[in-house]
């Protein structure tokens, strides 16, 4: 004959224990546990081996050392090295031949036509530079006295002297004339670019001054920077 509904006492579950425990004694160390918490399980060997073997790859500055903290960008002084970043933006040095003012230069053809050696490529007042040499002045020199020579000492020797004379002194004035051409082309193109960027140091100083002073407006509101 069954026994009644109410009469049925709940079977206890027990845990299974070590080998050797007590019965129940699985049971009691389930429980402990579950209120305990549980514990956090043990990191392998290797794996502390490679954390270790990856802070000791990483650079001296990296690694905080105990009770410290590693420096941030805003922590940064102005200029130093945050993950291979300056904390500043400098801009590159420039080049003072590179640079190009916005200008219209328009010579006359005529005086480029003079400026340039026949056969070859147009003078350029924009991109030619002239050394100190060639732009000292030039002593005055007094023309030698002529000699004159008798009539019947012209000989074909004579001839042929004073013709490669002649050509010499051609060439020396044509030389001479083409290198002054050249300077006044590009004195002319130096004088208008420097009236340009005498016109820009102005506009310059003046947003300069402005600055400046809408910086000593904040100061005296807020303390110096």
Not at 180 to 199: C, D, G
Request: contains cysteine; positive net charge.
């Amino acid at each position: 004959m069954s026994r009644p509904v109410s009469d049925r006492t709940p079977v206890p579950l027990l845990l299974g224990g070590p080998a050797g425990a007590p019965p129940g004694g699985g049971a009691l160390l389930g429980l402990r546990s579950l209120l305990q918490g549980t514990s956090k399980p043990k990191e392998p060997a290797s794996c502390l081996l490679k954390e270790k073997e990856r802070k000791a790859a990483l650079p001296a500055a990296t690694v905080p050392g105990p009770g410290l903290e590693t420096a941030g960008p805003a922590d940064a002084p102005s200029g130093a090295v945050v993950g291979g970043l300056t904390s500043r933006d400098t801009p590159s040095p420039v080049d003072p031949d590179t640079v190009e003012v916005l200008m219209t230069f328009e010579p006359d053809p005529a005086d480029l036509a003079l400026s340039s050696i026949p056969g070859h490529e147009t003078f350029d007042p924009r991109r030619h530079r002239f050394s100190e040499e060639e732009l000292k002045p030039q002593p005055i020199m007094k023309k030698a006295r002529k000699i004159q020579v008798p009539e019947e000492q012209k000989d074909e020797k004579y001839w042929s002297r004073r013709y490669k004379n002649n050509e010499a002194a051609k060439r020396s004035r044509d030389a001479r004339r083409l290198k002054e051409n050249q300077i006044s082309v590009r004195a002319a193109f130096l004088e208008k670019e420097n009236a340009l960027l005498r016109q820009e140091v102005v506009a310059v100083r003046q947003e300069l001054s402005h600055y400046r002073a809408v910086l000593s407006r904040y100061q005296a509101q807020h303390g110096a920077l």
